[in-house]
């Protein structure tokens, strides 16, 4: 089978790492893998490379987009896009190029634009180019269905996948002591991780100002914000509010520590005792899954399709979004409270390994590809 996946960016995100995890998949099944995506530094680049695809390239989204892509459109048996602005491009493409019956989309996120009515009408339109629209969860696909104008029917769920094994490989404690020391982390203090783009939909200032609340009762608390935003200031603002609330100093250091983006995300959830989101929406949340997969409580936010990967009071701890004193009350019930973090992470442990594995997520979408496939050849 020839699959090109054509995506918005490829740089750091959920979507991005799990497409990457579907090529490593799709060619180590025998498969032949194109990538192409449309705007971003391309920090993925080498990633998707040595994951076995076979071409890696830039494609800019504009009035020549359908052109850039032509050629492997051509080659391709099933075409993949991934995100809003690659699924509007890939629409027209096929509409133009007559390979609407190859063409699959990717829904990764709720994205809250599609509540607007005049973007809602046009994706109706373009979204229903597709011969198969994947959803990664229930939510997504209520969503969709409701704001994006494409029925159930035409969609299929696959949940992300995720090998667990990097993040359960065990950390010795003089690694996780040399890396909290690294971090300006104390030996008792209690570690809140968060992973995630500085987007407004991450609520990285309610997860922030919790962390000030809850810090007036245990000062022991402390808050790693792993990652950036190639894309606007958000670290920035971020920043400025970490230093208006006295968590950290202009060194991006304090009870507040922002380390930009990580390549050792396994270890530092082997440093932490709990990982910690303040979402206002998310499709399904990966990241969540490094989480559990590590045996780590999760605590964050009632939003979207959360409550289908983390069960409040079995695997961690869900509140209201955008309601510091409610995320600072979680805050402290977990940090103050050994056996419910252990009890909480290995629940999570458990449920990834029973309802989010990686083959699973693999061979489900290629399984899609198939009946596409033999649909448009009949």
Same mark, same amino acid.
Request: net charge neutral; glycine share 10%.
């Given at each position: 089978?020839?699959?090109?996946?054509?995506?918005?960016?490829?740089?750091?995100?959920?979507?991005?790492? +799990?497409?990457?995890?579907?090529?490593?998949?799709?060619?180590?099944?025998? +498969?032949?893998?194109?990538?192409?995506?449309?705007?971003?530094?391309?920090?993925?680049?080498?990633?998707?490379?040595?994951?076995?695809?076979?071409?890696?390239?830039?494609?800019?989204?504009?009035?020549?987009?359908?052109?850039?892509?032509?050629?492997?459109?051509?080659?391709?048996?099933?075409?993949?896009?991934?995100?809003?602005?690659?699924?509007?491009?890939?629409?027209?493409?096929?509409?133009?190029?007559?390979?609407?019956?190859?063409?699959?989309?990717?829904?990764?996120?709720?994205?809250?634009?599609?509540?607007?009515?005049?973007?809602?009408?046009?994706?109706?339109?373009?979204?229903?180019?597709?011969?198969?629209?994947?959803?990664?969860?229930?939510?997504?696909?209520?969503?969709?269905?409701?704001?994006?104008?494409?029925?159930?029917?035409?969609?299929?769920?696959?949940?992300?996948?995720?090998?667990?094994?990097?993040?359960?490989?065990?950390?010795?404690?003089?690694?996780?002591?040399?890396?909290?020391?690294?971090?300006?982390?104390?030996?008792?203090?209690?570690?809140?991780?968060?992973?995630?783009?500085?987007?407004?939909?991450?609520?990285?200032?309610?997860?922030?100002?919790?962390?000030?609340?809850?810090?007036?009762?245990?000062?022991?608390?402390?808050?790693?914000?792993?990652?950036?935003?190639?894309?606007?200031?958000?670290?920035?603002?971020?920043?400025?509010?970490?230093?208006?609330?006295?968590?950290?100093?202009?060194?991006?250091?304090?009870?507040?520590?922002?380390?930009?983006?990580?390549?050792?995300?396994?270890?530092?959830?082997?440093?932490?005792?709990?990982?910690?989101?303040?979402?206002?929406?998310?499709?399904?949340?990966?990241?969540?899954?490094?989480?559990?997969?590590?045996?780590?409580?999760?605590?964050?936010?009632?939003?979207?399709?959360?409550?289908?990967?983390?069960?409040?009071?079995?695997?961690?701890?869900?509140?209201?979004?955008?309601?510091?004193?409610?995320?600072?009350?979680?805050?402290?019930?977990?940090?103050?409270?050994?056996?419910?973090?252990?009890?909480?992470?290995?629940?999570? +442990?458990?449920?990834?390994?029973?309802?989010?594995?990686?083959?699973?997520?693999?061979?489900?979408?290629?399984?899609?590809?198939?009946?596409?496939?033999?649909?448009?050849?009949?």
């Amino acid at each position: 089978m020839r699959i090109l996946h054509v995506l918005t960016t490829l740089d750091v995100g959920g979507a991005e790492m +799990h497409v990457l995890k579907q090529v490593r998949g799709q060619v180590a099944r025998g +498969h032949d893998v194109r990538v192409r995506y449309l705007k971003g530094e391309g920090t993925l680049r080498g990633d998707f490379l040595d994951a076995g695809a076979e071409r890696v390239e830039a494609a800019a989204a504009g009035p020549l987009f359908p052109w850039r892509v032509r050629a492997d459109l051509g080659w391709c048996d099933v075409a993949h896009s991934h995100l809003l602005k690659a699924d509007a491009m890939m629409a027209v493409a096929a509409r133009l190029l007559g390979a609407r019956r190859k063409l699959i989309s990717g829904k990764h996120n709720d994205e809250q634009v599609l509540r607007r009515p005049l973007v809602s009408r046009v994706h109706g339109w373009l979204g229903r180019t597709p011969a198969r629209t994947i959803v990664l969860s229930d939510h997504v696909g209520r969503f969709i269905e409701e704001h994006g104008r494409v029925p159930r029917a035409a969609q299929s769920r696959v949940y992300y996948g995720l090998d667990p094994e990097p993040f359960e490989r065990a950390v010795s404690e003089t690694e996780v002591g040399a890396l909290r020391a690294e971090l300006g982390i104390d030996a008792g203090d209690v570690v809140f991780l968060c992973v995630a783009r500085f987007a407004p939909q991450k609520a990285h200032e309610i997860l922030l100002q919790a962390l000030a609340i809850a810090r007036r009762r245990d000062p022991r608390l402390r808050l790693l914000l792993v990652g950036d935003d190639p894309f606007g200031d958000g670290r920035q603002r971020a920043e400025g509010e970490a230093r208006r609330l006295g968590l950290c100093g202009e060194d991006g250091r304090g009870a507040a520590i922002f380390t930009g983006i990580r390549r050792d995300v396994p270890a530092l959830m082997a440093a932490s005792d709990v990982f910690c989101m303040a979402s206002r929406w998310e499709g399904l949340g990966l990241v969540f899954l490094e989480a559990m997969a590590a045996s780590r409580p999760v605590l964050s936010t009632q939003v979207s399709a959360i409550p289908e990967v983390v069960v409040d009071g079995e695997t961690g701890r869900l509140v209201p979004p955008d309601d510091p004193e409610a995320l600072a009350a979680g805050m402290l019930e977990l940090a103050c409270d050994d056996a419910l973090r252990s009890r909480l992470g290995a629940a999570g +442990h458990a449920r990834v390994l029973e309802r989010f594995g990686l083959d699973r997520m693999v061979d489900e979408t290629i399984a899609i590809y198939g009946e596409v496939i033999s649909r448009s050849r009949r």
